[in-house]
């Protein structure tokens, strides 16, 4: 009887990670500007109201050159 009991809840731990992984063969430039930013499909995404706002800030470690592309960006 324990023994069945650990099985099924490994069995049941198991079927609730429902986890998205992708490797780089997933990752493509675009879609929104061709050419920059490596991104991934998540076909279970919740799409997002057209009216959303996000306030984003983004902390890197060294500036770019003067002129020039931060390329800790991409």
């Given at each position: 009887?324990?023994?069945?009991?650990l099985?099924?809840?490994?069995?049941?731990s198991g079927l609730?990670f429902?986890?998205?992984?992708?490797?780089?063969?997933?990752?493509?430039?675009?879609?929104?500007?061709?050419g920059?930013g490596?991104?991934?499909?998540v076909?279970?995404?919740?799409?997002?109201p057209?009216?959303a706002?996000?306030?984003v800030?983004?902390d890197?470690?060294?500036a770019?050159a003067?002129?020039?592309?931060?390329?800790?960006?991409?």
């Open positions: 009887m324990p023994t069945t009991r099985l099924l809840g490994l069995v049941l609730s429902n986890i998205a992984l992708a490797g780089p063969a997933d990752f493509s430039t675009g879609p929104r500007i061709k920059f490596a991104v991934a499909s076909p279970a995404a919740t799409a997002l057209a009216d706002r996000f306030k800030a983004f890197v470690a060294e770019g003067a002129g020039e592309l931060n390329r800790r960006f991409d």
